[in-house]
């Protein structure tokens, strides 16, 4: 089987002409455009995606710098001003972001909060004059994902939201084989992603922070794979919910299956879990062949095969320190991102359309 390993420009090559027929992905960056430029990041939320992914990222990318935290806990300020050489003057808690307006340090407020909170957070930076990245889901329902994009306009600010793989290379491979029709016409998709859940005392499992289970979390990145691989929004959708251990998921869906029909004929299938494993990958299914990537949403590692016996394989890349990057980039270039507030309420309006079709077992039309 023959493997596709990807040079820096074979990469943005292919993404640029993927760029051409995608709604939602687009070409990686010129890098060249802005030299020595970079935008200050402040991280809001300092829990395990702060630590371990997007601070390591931070000193990895082109454009963008780790100037200041958000936090409510004085111990990890405390850690992180010596770990990283934050000054005083750049850390801040919830209570007093508006303070930033007044600091030039801060270009940018990463929103790393529990779900329900990125309203709030993404506001307040908006109204200190930031732009703002906001961890995905955007938000727990459709209105306040508009207030959102609404507090962002009106500060003439950009918004956009964390879907990292909408700069990862082998995605984007995928997405350009539907496009291009390379092995046929796309006739249905099954897309999966879950994991057993580990504490169950751990905000994810508290529907007031979460506003749900595995759908927000984890099945949301199944929901964003069928819709970039198509360049299609779903126009139906049914779900249906299940929890075998009521006590650890008493108030959050522990697994869910949807199925969502497309304008084009093709049919999703989907799932997620909090207690399943094997769950990471997606198949496309077309009327001469078929491809698929497993693991398809993981932080690194991700590969895939095509019925032809051609390996997607594509060379592994910090998804994190690309997204930032583009973002600063779409900064300082005055461009949109390719993952708008927009795209945010996209998903939140049809994972309630699930939710909705779950609980009363009647399928919801989105046209």
Known sequence: MKAFNLSRRDFIKTTSLVAAGLPFMGALPAYAQTPGKKLGFALAGLGNLSTHQLAPALQKTQFCRLTGIVTGHPQKAAAWKTQYNIP????????????MADNPDIDVVYVVTPNSLHAE??????RAGK???SEKPMEVSVEKCQQMIDECKKAGKQLAIGYRLHFEPNNLECARLVR???????????????FPMGDPTQWRLKKDLAGGGCLMDVGIYSLQATRYLTGEEPAEVSGFTTVTDPVKFSQVEESITWQAKFPS?????????YNASGLNNFKVSTDRGWFTLDPAFSY???????SDGQQINFTDIDQFAA???DFAQCILANRPTRVPGEEGLRDVKIMMAIYES????????LA
């Open 88 to 99: 005083d003057k750049n850390i801040y808690n919830y209570d007093n972001m508006e303070q």
């Open 121 to 126: 957070h993404t506001i307040k930076a908006a």
């Open 131 to 133: 732009h703002v990245l």
């Open 180 to 194: 291009e029709k390379v092995l046929g016409r796309t006739k249905i998709i099954d897309a999966a992603f879950g």
């Open 265 to 273: 004929g093709i049919i999703a299938r989907c799932s997620a879990s």
């Open 300 to 306: 690194h590692g991700i590969q895939g095969v095509r």
């Open 323 to 325: 997204e930032m990057d």
């Open 358 to 365: 779950a609980r009363t077992g009647k399928a919801v039309s």
